[in-house]
């Protein structure tokens, strides 16, 4: 017996996944406070590296990265989700469509769907007459497995952009976090071991959801940090030594 519920349990954490991947909001928050952690890492060496580790412009520049970053991942994501949903729309109002004036179409494709997972012809023409009388049935079946829409998961602008916004935010607070506090080389230090422990986890999450090595994902999304700090805080001091600032 518990066996059996362990299975159901594995199954529906499954289905959760997949819904969370289509509605948006998954990639909204890896997103989201993968930028929020890197973008102002970049932008707070960049300028640390210019004003040898000022703690006031570091924060001005730090939090104006911020809220320029937040809003724009917010709007972009409900842009591009709603995007999506208007697009997976229109799909569907078509099929509905069909189901009105040649629902033989739809059947026939879905049969063929149902051979090329494994049915027999028979079990699947079968399968087919059965779906074929609810128009209801013939629509959601033909959009999952033909088509590959989940009618009810389109995805949810507003969730993705409050996702990525909130998130954003909250991987540009580690990176900045430490300023407040003070400047110099300590600051500059604390950054990025804040910003690589955010990112460790960022990356190995990622890697466990999609049943890859979280330690290879952690330790790509580390290099990706490395790179980045060595970047631009080079940058930020070479511009900073020939402009004097």
Excluded at 48 to 64: I, N
Excluded at 126 to 143: D, G, H, M, P, R
Excluded at 177 to 192: D, R
Excluded at 238 to 243: S, V, Y
Aim: glycine share 12%; proline share 2%; aromatic share 8%.
């Amino acid at each position: 017996m518990a066996q059996t519920v362990d299975r159901k349990k594995d199954s529906a954490l499954l289905a959760k996944r997949a819904a969370q991947v289509q509605g948006g909001a998954a990639r909204a928050a890896v997103l989201g406070v993968n930028d929020g952690l890197v973008s102002t890492l970049c932008i707070v060496l960049g300028v640390a590296g210019a004003t040898q580790a000022d703690a006031h412009p570091v924060l001005l520049a730090g939090f104006a990265g911020l809220i320029a970053g937040a809003i724009s991942m917010a709007a972009g994501e409900w842009i591009s989700v709603q995007s999506q949903v208007e697009l997976f729309r229109g799909i569907l109002s078509d099929v509905r469509k069909l189901v009105k004036s040649d629902k033989e179409l739809l059947g026939d494709e879905l049969a063929e769907d149902f051979k090329n997972d494994g049915m027999s012809d028979e079990t699947a023409t079968q399968a087919v007459k059965e779906i074929s009388t609810n128009k209801n049935y013939l629509f959601n079946n033909f959009v999952q497995h033909v088509i590959g829409i989940n009618p009810d998961e389109l995805g949810s602008p507003w969730t993705a952009a409050i996702s990525s916004f909130l998130l954003f935010t909250a991987g540009a607070i580690v990176a900045l976090g430490p300023w407040f506090f003070g400047g110099g080389s300590l600051a500059v230090s604390l950054s990025i071991i804040f910003t690589a422990i955010g990112g460790l986890g960022t990356g190995a999450y990622v890697a466990k959801s999609s049943g890859n090595s979280m330690v290879s994902g952690a330790l790509r999304q580390l290099l990706i940090i490395i790179i980045a700090s060595v970047v631009t805080y080079g940058v930020g001091y070479l511009f900073g030594t020939t402009t004097g600032i």
